[in-house]
Each structure stands twice: as C-alpha cells, then as structure tokens.
C-alpha cells in the first residue's frame, strides 16, 4: 500500500557549497532511524556521496534520494548538489518538490549560489524553510546569518528557534513557537535521544522574548482574526500558529528559520519536526497545472508521472526517477511514453532507504520513487495511462561554456567514447557534446573545468572508456579583400586518353554573412554546360583550405567568365581540378585575411568585482557594451570577446570573483584577426601541418 498524498513531504535539500547539505541528510536519516550511525563528508562514509568521485572530492555531484517515516508521514528527502557546475540535479529535484529546505553557513551566510536556486525556488512557488548548519565553528553567528537572509530574501524570512550557546559552546536551541529550551548531550557520538528539554536559559530570556515577538508578528499577519486577538494581547495556541506557519510558508510569504549543527546532530529532531508539521503536502500545495491539463493528486484518476532524473549504469542499464502526479504507478503495469508514444513495462518499482534499495508494489499520487530498464524513457519524459500531448514548462540551465576536444586514448575505441557520452548526457542535460564541422573535433563542453573532469571520470569508471582532454581549436576562417582575376588549366597526357581543362575566373568579395555564390558567365559554349559543376565543385574544394593558414574560405563571389576544352581529352575531373587551380591562384591574388569568431559574452558578478571583470575583458582584446543590475547586489556586463580569447576563461572568473561570477556565450559573428595575431595563427597552423604529416 502507498502512503496517502496528504501524508507525504517532498523536501529537497539546496544551498552553497560548503553548507553542511549532505551532513545534515545524514543526521536526518539517523534521527528517523533510517541508518544506524552517522557517516563523515571527510571520511567518504555518508550515504549520499557513494560514487567514488564524490568520496574523492569530498563533494555531491548528483542529487541523492532518501525515504524515511516522522511522524506518519513518509518524507522524501532529496540531497543536491552546492558546485554550480552540477546545478541540473539541484534544478531537477526543485522541480519535484513541494519545498526546499535552504542550508546555510552559519559562518557565511547568505551565498550566491544559495541566491540563485532561491529565485528558481520562488519561480516555481515552493515552500522554503531555512536551516542555519555550522554553528559550532568558529566565527559562526546565527544573527548575523539571519541578517543576511533579510537583506538577500526579505523581512518574511523568520526565526522560529534561536541557538543556546554560541561557536564551541553550542548546546540546544529555543523553540519560539512554544518558548520552551532544548539542550543536546555533548559526550560521545550522537545519539538519538540526546535531547532533553530545560528551562530557557535567564541570559537569553529577553533575546527569546525580542524574537518570539517578531514571529508573532509575522504569523499573526496571516489573518486579520488573529492579528486582533494578538493585539488585543490574546496567547495563541501552538496549533494556531502552526496552522498559519504553515499557510504563510506553503506559498512563500513567510520563510522560517531554524538553526543547528548536523554533525552533532544538535537541532535535527527539531528540523524533522519543522518540515513534517511546517511544510505542506502534495494536497495542500495543489496540483500542477501543466499547458491546459490540472494534475490533481488523487488516486482515482489517470496516471501522470514525471521523470525528473535518468542514472546511466553499465549494468542496470537506465534508472529512473519519477514523481507521481496524479493516479498510481503499479508495478507490472504497461504504460505509455507521451514523448515516443511507445508503450513501457514498468517492472521492479525502487524505493531508497539510505544506503538500501527496496522494493514497492506501487507508487501513489504526489510520491516520488525509482524504475529500472525502461527502453526508450529519460529524464524529462512523462509516464501516463493515455497518450496525452503533456509537456513540463522547460527549466532555464546555464549554457555549458567550459569546451575541451576529446580524443579516445586507444584507437577503436570512438565508439565506445562516443556511447558512454550519449549515456552521461541523458543523466545530466547540461553537458554539451557535439562535433566541430570545420575541424572535425570531438567536442566535449560542460558548465567548469571540474564538471568536464568529473564526466572523464565517470567515462572511465562506468563504461571503462579513456579519453585525452585538449583545448579546442578555434574554427578560424578566411576571405577575400580585393577581386581577382586567375587562369586555371589541367593537361596531363598519358599513353591513349589525356586529360584536360582550362578556366578563366574572376572573384570578388561579399559582405560579412552572405555566403558564396558561383556565377556561370560562359557564352558561346568555350566550357560545355555540362562541365560547369565540375568547375564549381573544384572552386569549393579549393575554398576548404585557405591560402593564408589552410581554414575555409567564405563570403566570396565566383564568376566563371572563359575557357577551352577538348572534344576527347576533357571530363569532368579535368575541370573540377582546372576550377581548384584557379581558385588558389585567385585567392592568393586577392589579398586574403584571417578572420576569427566573436563571442557575445555575459558576465554575472558582485558588484565590487565589476571594474576588475571589465579590466579583464579589455585585456582580452574584448569590447564592453554595457552592464546593467541584475538584483542581489549582482551585475550584468555585456561584452564582445574574440573566442581565442575566453578558452581559459572560466578558472580566471572564478579566481578573478572567489568563484561568484558566472558567464555565458555565444557566437557574434566573424572579423578580421590583427595582423601581429594573424602571423602567429598562421605559425601555429604549420606547425600542426608539420607534425602531421611527421
């Protein structure tokens, strides 16, 4: 049987790198009784970060799911990760929850990764509950970090505790709500029944009081009822202002805070509390409204399911993560692709408990669980009993802008490379894979130099395919500045059949983006109309390879105008070479340039780093066009940077902003290269000629 919608939390875990996320999930599911010790971040024991690469780093790289009961209700809690580089997980799991507890460094404070996913959490109207980690570290403040929260978010984000003690002495928490202290055992490892309630501390009785008040304010703003019985100096009851927290916070006009530290997990009974009785249920936060279809979540409707997140394994093959929107997901069930339209058998249902898989005979409507081997499914499909055109609004993800050219480091090996890419894609959309046409490379691009380490990783663990990282190269091109006139004739004869040619053209520049054209101007039938394409096809073929540092040739205009042929020797390979030869003589008469991409760049960063980032850019031979706010004390600066220019550009941001900043790009349009760079590209292109051919 599945737990009614009204019984079901589903919390994701977000904030910064560095807040205590996957430490407070642990101290979760210890508290709920779902794991039986509490793992480390440092040694690499937690349940969450299982993948070698994230016991490595010490970091979450995917998002992680748990499922736990507190309290009758069953809460499905999702760990993301805090690198901006792995912001699709975070992004994903958001876009399944009904709320999301924000983590914050109580030394910190309010960071800028933490300032984005609120704003994608309030496009997406979820509850949002803050939880203050760290407290125990030296330098940290709860006050202060409860400043910073106003000033980033508003004065509705609220304390509902404060924390006894302070730094190394932290010892309890103050429930505001119902004014009692709570006080949590410093000897030994944590255990579950280290809290003990005592009588609020006289020291912080008036801090207790100040803040209790300013929680009756808010709550009591609610509703007019009881905003006049507040002022008429009426007590209200812990059910009245749960009952309002609970309304304020389900639609984000109120945020609480709460406070503790997850390794010594002091506050986490608490925080438990919080989200069951605080944040609302998939019934009480409504259903989803998706193009002209309302998902309501009740079991006596059709089946809708949204799979939010595709695992790649070698061996399982695809898993599946899914929530349930309306009606029930049942185990040896057929259903249907809205996407492909095809038909999918749902076998063995996934629940996950810590670091244990279980099984379940059905999912109901608002739960969240796993299916395994599905053929044609991914991450952003939707499971349904009809055929409905049923589409999720698309989420905004930052553009991949870290680009390096892959190589297999065996040869053979490129499909093999190219398969386990396509799989790592389908896990995370925010990789970019794709072949350079002009260079023919292997493109590999992901949102920082650490994303596209971690799928090189990945390449290896899981599918046993290494690869060589290299820097792309730019896809330079070249053109034309003056017209140009060439002769171009191919006669070879051999024993029986010769072979001959013979063209007269004439080339001109276009403008910036017009293209070629080939123009046929040959009267009284000097080259046989049937011959024309040959001359053409070996004008492009010459246009392939440059006669400034060997890239393709655009923007010209082509103009055949003469010639002569041989009724037995000429063909049209004769001609296609005759045209070849032509062009390059033409193209060196023509006063051919290098030209070079122009990116339109956008850079988000604090304001005190704007001179510094537009220094930088100007450095990089880049062209500032403006900048403009772009809210929480960020700004936007445009610029038009050459591509050559910003392949190094994403770890000199970072170091350049103490890794706040963030960019993006895309192509511009082409212009001519200085002439003291153009000799240095034409260098570098002989000598990659040389080495090739050694």
């Known amino acids: 049987m599945h737990k009614p919608a009204d019984r079901i939390r589903n919390v994701a875990l977000v904030g910064h790198r560095g807040s205590g996320k996957t430490s407070l999930h642990e ?99 979820l509850a949002r509950l803050v939880f203050v980690n760290m407290l125990d570290r030296e330098r940290a403040d709860f006050f202060r970090a409860l400043d910073s929260l106003k000033s980033a978010f508003g004065q509705h984000v609220v304390a509902t505790e404060i924390p006894i003690g302070s730094e190394h002495e932290v010892s309890g928490v103050i429930d505001l709500v119902d004014m009692k202290a709570y006080e949590y055992g410093s000897d030994g490892p944590p255990t579950r029944e280290n809290c003990n309630e005592i009588p609020i501390p006289d020291s912080l009785s008036e801090q207790a009081q100040e803040y209790r008040e300013k929680l009756m304010d808010e709550v009591s703003e609610s509703s007019d009822t009881l905003m006049e019985r507040y002022l008429d100096g009426e007590e209200l009851s812990h059910k009245e202002i749960v009952a309002a927290l609970k309304e304020g916070t389900n639609h984000g006009k109120m945020f609480p805070v709460t406070c503790g530290v997850a390794t010594a997990s002091v506050g986490i009974n608490r925080l438990l509390d919080a989200i069951v009785e605080d944040l609302p249920s998939p019934v009480k936060h409504g259903g989803l409204e998706v193009g002209e279809v309302t998902l309501e979540p009740v079991e006596d409707k059709e089946l809708f399911a949204y799979v939010f997140k595709t695992r790649a394994d070698p061996f399982a093959g695809r898993i599946n993560l899914f929530r349930v929107y309306q009606g029930v997901l049942k185990h040896d069930s057929q259903v249907l692709n809205t996407r492909t339209h095809a038909k999918e058998r749902i076998g063995q249902l996934v629940t996950f408990e810590g670091t244990h898989t279980g099984h379940a005979t059905e999912f109901g409507p608002g739960d969240i669980g796993a299916v395994a081997k599905l053929k044609e499914t991914r991450a952003g499909d939707w499971l349904a009993s009809r055929d409905e055109p049923i589409q999720m609004p698309s989420i905004k993800l930052p553009a991949p802008v870290m680009a390096f050219a892959v190589e297999p480091k065996s040869k053979g090996d490129e ?280």
């Not at 070698?52 to 069953?74: H, L, N, V, Y």
């Not at 809690?77 to 975070?90: E, V, W």
């Not at 072949?435 to 130099?449: F, M, N, W």
């Open 27 to 125: 101290a979760l599911l210890f508290q709920a009784g779902v794991i039986n010790r509490l793992g480390s971040v440092l040694e690499g024991t937690t349940v969450s970060d299982s993948d070698p690469d994230e016991k490595a780093r010490g970091m979450s790289i995917s998002a992680a799911m748990s499922s736990f009961d507190w309290q009758e209700r069953k809460v499905n809690l999702i760990d993301t990760p805090g690198d901006s580089s792995f912001i699709a997980d975070a992004l994903g799991a958001l876009r399944v929850s009904e709320s999301a507890v924000f983590v914050i460094n109580a030394v910190m404070g309010v960071e800028v990764h933490t300032t984005r996913l609120w704003q994608r959490a309030a496009e997406l109207d």
């Open 415 to 694: 499909d093999k490379v190219f398969t386990a890419l396509r799989r790592l894609q389908e896990e995370d959309p925010t990789i970019d894979l794709h072949r350079d046409p002009q260079t023919g490379e292997q493109i590999v691009a992901g949102l920082s130099q650490v994303h596209v380490e971690v799928i090189v990783e990945r390449m290896k663990a899981r599918f046993g395919a290494e690869v060589n990282l290299k820097p792309p190269r730019v896809p330079y091109q070249e053109t034309i500045r003056k017209p140009a006139k060439a002769h171009g004739r191919h006669k070879k004869q051999t024993g029986g059949r010769g072979q001959f040619g013979d063209c007269h053209i004439e080339i001109e520049p276009r403008e910036t983006g017009e293209g070629f054209e080939f123009i046929n101007a040959i009267k009284g039938g000097v080259i046989p109309s049937g011959f024309i394409p040959a001359v053409e096809k070996g004008v492009l073929e010459a246009m392939q390879e440059g006669v400034v540092a060997g890239y393709p040739v655009k923007d010209v205009r082509v103009r055949v105008y003469d010639g002569s042929y041989h009724s037995v020797d000429s063909s049209e390979m004769a001609f296609k070479v005759a045209g070849s030869l032509a062009m390059k003589q033409a193209l060196s008469d023509a006063g051919s340039v290098l030209l070079e991409p122009i990116m339109l760049v956008t850079v988000t960063v604090p304001e005190d780093a704007v001179g510094d980032v537009i220094g930088d850019l100007n450095s990089r031979r880049g062209r500032p066009l403006g900048m403009e706010p772009s809210g929480a004390g960020m700004t936007e600066v445009k610029a038009e940077v050459p591509m050559a220019e910003m392949l190094t550009y994403a770890p000199d941001l970072r170091s350049i902003t103490g890794g706040q900043g963030e960019f993006t790009m895309e192509f511009e349009r082409y212009e001519e290269v200085p002439g003291h760079l153009a000799s240095k590209v034409v260098e570098e292109a002989r000598s990659d000629k040389e080495a090739v051919k050694a």
